[in-house]
């Protein structure tokens, strides 16, 4: 069995290699492909505030304009609603991270550096990994999950 810490560890390194893949996995469809791709074994972490997770968690993407009305149910947890009442909802359920917390995310992103360097990989370049802290319950219960250039984490 993992020990939390371990779990934890698991759980952003298989987030993060999604969000990093994720766009070179977008871009190979797309019609233009830029000429260059910037390659780093350097990653920049961002502990959103509660104010900025709020107005992340608002930022709409291609999952609310898939989103069908059999669906907002299960995701609002009631009957009926709206694709925005649920965006609304998602940015009420951010929660501030504390020192502690923000500090683990920089040891592990740090550690994932090392891991790259030592293992001589490099990654498309993602720039700035903004990392933001819900209740979960936008997601029922996922532990954690991407959204654009973002790793939502829940407790």
């Avoid at 500090?103 to 293992?119: F, G, I, T």
């Avoid at 370049?125 to 933001?132: A, K, R, S």
Wanted: charged share 20%.
């Amino acid at each position: 069995m993992l020990s939390k810490r371990m779990y934890y560890v698991k759980n952003v390194f298989l987030l993060l290699t999604a969000l990093i893949l994720l766009p070179v996995c977008l871009q190979a469809g797309a019609e233009s492909v830029p000429q260059e791709i910037t390659w780093t074994t350097k990653l920049t972490a961002h502990c959103a505030t509660l104010e900025e997770g709020q107005a992340m968690m608002r930022g709409r993407t291609l999952f609310h304009s898939q989103i069908n009305e059999k669906a907002l149910p299960f995701y609002l947890q009631r009957k009926g609603g709206t694709v925005e009442e649920y965006v609304e909802y998602s940015a009420q359920q951010v929660l501030p991270f504390t020192e502690e917390e923000e500090e683990r995310v920089n040891e592990l992103m740090l550690w994932l550096q090392q891991q790259l360097e030592k293992h001589g990989l490099k990654l498309p370049d993602p720039g700035t990994i903004n990392f933001v802290k819900t209740t979960g319950k936008e997601a029922q219960g996922a532990s954690g999950y991407t959204k654009q250039a973002k790793l939502i984490e829940n407790p």
